[in-house]
């Protein structure tokens, strides 16, 4: 911790104490003009209030922040969100850790520099991030802050501060496509969103795919979302002989605008429960998100004790999910 107090902070942003004070506890009443030039002085110092100070020292020793997004609208999908937190908090009751869950829009509306204050306030020095996606700048910038340490599920980045830890979604994407897609076929896969990192990975290994057996691939950003997948495979789905999708929900979407006599194969991604209501011919690369829940809370134990930062690859399962199995 360094030497700065916060009769410095206010004396450098050129605002009484007690304005930087109600700067940090996030008062409505301060101009956001005065909120930037004190939070800027803070970013620069590398201030840290007392308060916040001795909790990072007493209570930070068995707290972790769970950092996950939601939704904007409920989805079937949201089934993975649960199963990662169940994961977490199964272990977090056997180390006897304290969790924090933190949804992305409840403090989105917060600036970079309040990104950090946010966590500190709460006495949190590791945060496990569920979905990292490439255009969230105020995690992104709390990554490079090091009074964090991270673990990070879905994204390839490692570093002293950072853990990793991922199925290899390009060979599950290529493996899964490759049990449905033949010599010479014309593929649509459909995408996720731009802005993913397990986007790109699952793309790569389609891609590969389609390469080594001489495939028209033609490429549409679903958004795993199974109305927009609904809604592209209706227009031009019995073109291709196959449709490989980078989520079950768009593999979903996709089969009911084919219709039950369509002879277009079908593929999904990750394994939901979901699966085994509409029938056992998608093949899909099963996650187990429950497991990855689990092994991210250890992992965030470990750097909280001062171990070295670890890339994680953890299994995945090509299969059918069936009906039997999600009722029994």
């Known amino acids: 911790m360094n030497n700065i107090g916060i009769r410095d902070v206010a004396r450098l942003a050129g605002v009484s104490e007690s304005t930087v004070s109600k700067v940090l506890k996030n008062y409505p009443n301060i101009s956001e003009k005065t909120r930037k030039k004190v939070m800027q002085v803070i970013k620069e110092t590398g201030y840290i209030p007392n308060a916040i100070a001795s909790n990072l020292s007493s209570k930070a020793k068995n707290r972790i922040a769970l950092y996950i997004y939601i939704n904007d609208k409920f989805q079937q999908i949201d089934e993975i969100n649960m199963l990662y937190l169940m994961g977490a908090f199964d272990v977090a009751r056997k180390l006897n850790l304290e969790l924090i869950t933190v949804f992305h829009d409840s403090i989105d509306h917060l600036s970079k520099e309040e990104y950090a204050a946010y966590f500190m306030s709460r006495s949190v020095d590791v945060i496990v991030v569920f979905g990292l996606n490439k255009e969230d700048e105020k995690i992104h910038y709390l990554m490079n ?76 950003y679903g958004d795993f979302s199974e109305q927009k997948a609904y809604d592209i495979v209706r227009k031009a789905g019995e073109n291709y002989d196959d449709i490989v999708c980078a989520s079950d929900l768009m593999a979903i979407g996709a089969k009911k605008a084919l219709g039950n006599d369509s002879e277009v194969r079908v593929s999904g991604f990750d394994g939901i429960r979901l699966m085994g209501y509409v029938g056992e011919d998608v093949i899909t690369c099963r996650q187990d998100f429950y497991q990855i829940g689990r092994h991210a809370l250890f992992e965030a134990d470990s750097l909280k004790n001062g171990k070295e930062t670890n890339e994680i690859i953890v299994p995945y399962e090509i299969t059918k999910i069936k009906y039997k199995d999600i009722i029994s």
């Open 145 to 220: 802050n090091s009074n964090f340490k991270f673990v990070v599920i879905d994204a390839p980045i490692k570093n002293d501060n950072i853990s990793t830890l991922y199925i290899n979604h390009t060979e599950g994407q290529y493996e899964v496509a490759s049990r449905i897609v033949r010599n010479n076929d014309r593929v649509l896969y459909l995408a996720g969103k731009e802005n993913g990192y397990v986007t790109d990975m699952r793309m790569e290994g389609i891609k590969k795919l389609a390469e080594e057996r001489n495939c028209i691939l033609d490429i549409e």
